[in-house]
């Protein structure tokens, strides 16, 4: 027999959007709330910089977790933070579409009652616009390129004031310079009484009364409230092992990546990793493009050696080049809609078939990175595509599509949609009472923007509607 804990409110994760909760909720209940984290708690000493060893040790499935067919790498973390740990940083602000298309899916969104938690959540984390200076060589080149050919873009907001620019974010900020939830929501959470459980994994809710039996191997808590937060792919999962319906509606902005390819060394592994933003073919702010950003991105190691395609005498070119290549990612609001289910063993199995909707814009966003960096100055362009490798013109035809060319995504969403069969327009979950879903996993479309400010903020617009019906 186990330990059992009595508590008022259980918070499942301690990411983008269960750490501003349990932060909410324990002002209220103080030791009453208690925040379980699946991963490890590791402070700035653990963060060692060495992609090897930090990789396998922060992301889900140690990196290696993927779409079912594995044509869409599906990058998080698991440790306390959540996907914050490994974050680029950016901070960027509900763009005013997203009411009206949420609206239509059935979630209750204002983004006028949202705005105090947006500025809430800017305060917390110190977001501030990247300084100019602290834009690297890579960064700046998008920027050139997309300024020579007119296009609209901005050095992105985040939230790490005096970063050191080591150019690692992916790996934990060793400084505790970028104000992730490890640093800012969860001892926030700490000091105002919330208990921390790191490594201890939420397996199955059980419900008890008009609250929940939390069951976590050896440990048992017993609660009033539950805020599930554990991710887009573990969120349904944990409905799904608990018998509740759960796991429609996985989306995700889809990426890929470019380079240019420069005289002159960029060595785009240098400085903060993401900053200048081409804003012109979103769908977001104003804009009425196909619907993707192009960010720079950096070139760490292990990381950029995953990613281009060629081989032979193609990768020998691409290593002798590292030094002189610049990077762009394509961010694309797509629409295809996938399942995630409970799969053998209890594994996750992502469904996604990527549909020609969201294909057919992959090409034009190869096309603009190609005319981009040309007008920066680059001699030719690296593809991650099997077929076109180093172009030196817009690629008029490709294909396009699983196998061809690679694609990844840090923003999933979806699995349990406001609006959808498993929550109701605010987050709370059907036919179950005093249990939410509060992170990622509730967004009932793709925003089109980077997406931890929105989570961030809706989490704690959703701990004061919990605060309010507990009342
Ligand atoms: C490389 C990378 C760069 C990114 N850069 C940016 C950026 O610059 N700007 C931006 O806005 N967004 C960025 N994102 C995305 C953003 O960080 C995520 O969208 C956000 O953190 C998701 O919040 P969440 O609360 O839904 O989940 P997460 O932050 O992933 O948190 C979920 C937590 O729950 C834990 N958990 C899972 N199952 C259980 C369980 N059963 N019991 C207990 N705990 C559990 C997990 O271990 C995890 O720690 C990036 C993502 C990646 C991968």
């Known amino acids: 027999m186990g330990t059992v804990e009595r508590c008022k409110a259980v918070v499942i994760g301690s990411g983008a959007g269960g750490a501003p909760v349990a932060s909410r909720l324990a002002?209220?209940?103080?030791?009453?709330?208690?925040?379980?984290?699946?991963?490890?708690?590791?402070?700035?000493?653990?963060?060692?910089?060495?992609?090897?060893?930090?990789?396998?040790?922060?992301?889900?499935?140690?990196?290696?977790?993927?779409?079912?067919?594995?044509?869409?790498?599906?990058?998080?973390?698991?440790?306390?933070?959540?996907?914050?740990?490994?974050?680029?940083?950016?901070?960027?602000?509900?763009?005013?579409?997203?009411?009206?298309?949420?609206?239509?899916?059935?979630?209750?969104?204002?983004?006028?009652?949202?705005?105090?938690?947006?500025?809430?959540?800017?305060?917390?984390?110190?977001?501030?616009?990247?300084?100019?200076?602290?834009?690297?060589?890579?960064?700046?080149?998008?920027?050139?390129?997309?300024?020579?050919?007119?296009?609209?873009?901005?050095?992105?907001?985040?939230?790490?004031?005096?970063?050191?620019?080591?150019?690692?974010?992916?790996?934990?900020?060793?400084?505790?310079?970028?104000?992730?939830?490890?640093?800012?929501?969860?001892?926030?959470?700490?000091?105002?009484?919330?208990?921390?459980?790191?490594?201890?994994?939420?397996?199955?809710?059980?419900?008890?009364?008009?609250?929940?039996?939390?069951?976590?191997?050896?440990?048992?808590?017993?609660?009033?409230?539950?805020?599930?937060?554990?991710?887009?792919?573990?969120?349904?999962?944990?409905?799904?092992?608990?018998?509740?319906?759960?796991?429609?509606?996985?989306?995700?902005?889809?990426?890929?990546?470019?380079?240019?390819?420069?005289?002159?060394?960029?060595?785009?592994?240098?400085?903060?990793?993401?900053?200048?933003?081409?804003?012109e073919f979103s769908d977001v702010y104003g804009h009425t493009g196909p619907g993707f950003m192009i960010e720079g991105v950096s070139t760490q190691p292990l990381a950029f050696s995953t990613q281009p395609q060629g081989q032979g005498e193609v990768h020998a070119e691409v290593l002798r080049r590292y030094r002189h290549l610049a990077g762009a990612m394509m961010v694309l609001r797509a629409s295809t809609r996938g399942t995630i289910a409970l799969g053998p063993e209890g594994r996750p199995r992502i469904d996604y078939p990527l549909q020609p909707h969201d294909i057919e814009r992959v090409l034009p966003f190869y096309q603009r990175a190609v005319e981009m960096f040309l007008a920066a100055g680059a001699s030719r362009v690296l593809l991650p595509h099997r077929e076109a490798n180093f172009v030196t013109r817009p690629p008029a035809d490709l294909r396009i599509g699983p196998g061809w060319t690679y694609f990844y995504t840090a923003h999933p969403f979806g699995g349990a949609c406001r609006g959808g069969p498993t929550v109701d327009g605010v987050g709370q979950v059907r036919g179950q009472r005093n249990l939410w879903v509060l992170d990622a996993s509730a967004f009932p479309e793709a925003p089109g923007v980077n997406p931890q400010t929105i989570i961030c903020s809706l989490a704690l617009e959703g701990a004061e509607r919990l605060l309010a019906a507990a009342a």
């Open 27 to 279: 002002e209220a209940w103080g030791d009453g709330v208690v925040l379980l984290e699946a991963g490890p708690n590791l402070q700035a000493s653990d963060f060692n910089q060495i992609e090897r060893e930090m990789i396998p040790k922060l992301y889900a499935q140690r990196g290696m977790q993927a779409t079912e067919d594995g044509s869409v790498a599906v990058l998080q973390a698991s440790c306390v933070g959540g996907t914050t740990v490994v974050n680029d940083a950016l901070c960027l602000r509900p763009p005013p579409e997203l009411e009206e298309r949420w609206r239509a899916l059935g979630a209750e969104v204002s983004l006028k009652a949202l705005a105090p938690y947006v500025e809430q959540v800017e305060q917390e984390l110190g977001v501030e616009q990247v300084p100019r200076a602290m834009t690297n060589r890579a960064n700046y080149l998008v920027g050139l390129g997309a300024a020579r050919l007119g296009w609209k873009g901005e050095r992105m907001h985040h939230n790490a004031p005096g970063c050191p620019e080591c150019g690692l974010r992916h790996l934990g900020c060793s400084y505790d310079a970028k104000r992730s939830m490890n640093v800012s929501y969860v001892p926030r959470a700490v000091r105002a009484g919330a208990r921390l459980k790191s490594m201890t994994k939420a397996e199955r809710l059980v419900p008890r009364g008009d609250g929940w039996r939390v069951e976590c191997g050896d440990l048992v808590l017993e609660a009033d409230h539950v805020v599930v937060a554990a991710g887009v792919v573990q969120t349904p999962m944990l409905l799904l092992r608990s018998g509740i319906h759960a796991g429609e509606g996985f989306q995700m902005h889809l990426q890929t990546l470019a380079w240019g390819d420069f005289a002159e060394p960029v060595d785009g592994f240098n400085g903060i990793p993401m900053v200048y933003s081409v804003l």
